[in-house]
Nanobody
Framework: QVQLVESGGGLVQAGGSLRLSCAASGRTVSSYAMAWFRQPPGKEREFVAAITRSGRRTLYAGSVKGRFTISRDNAKNTVYLQMNSLKPEDTAVYCC???????????????WGQGTQVTVSS
């Protein structure tokens, strides 16, 4: 399995931006499709974005499409989530995940990071 560590979370005002990073170790991240999920306070985990192994295809939840961008740098073994025009409802713990195929289905992913907190103030 691959080990994943997220960073880049924090407190930001509505309308601001953050970039999350997910650093992989143990195995090369190019072997995996990657995704970001989030869990808002008191709610279930939800899909945010996914990217294929090559990075040529991406998938987004409707609530973030046009505001968030997932990308990967396989040479650096890192996946990113650029978040722009943040809203208070984006407040959540954001986790990255690695799996064999590209999907918005959490059960498809078998390696997960611990998560990083993102808080958006109004």
């Amino acid at each position: 399995q691959v080990q994943l560590v997220e960073s880049g979370g924090g407190l930001v005002q509505a309308g601001g931006s953050l970039r999350l990073s997910c650093a992989a170790s143990g195995r090369t991240v190019s072997s995996y499709a990657m995704a970001w999920f989030r869990q808002p306070p008191g709610k279930e985990r939800e899909f945010v974005a996914a990217i294929t192994r090559s990075g040529r295809r991406t998938l987004y939840a409707g609530s973030v499409k046009g505001r968030f961008t997932i990308s990967r740098d396989n040479a650096k073994n890192t996946v990113y989530l650029q978040m722009n025009s943040l809203k208070p409802e984006d407040t959540a713990v954001y986790c990255c995940a690695a799996g064999p195929t590209y999907s918005d289905y959490a059960a498809n992913y078998d390696s997960w990071g611990q998560g990083t907190q993102v808080t958006v103030s109004s």
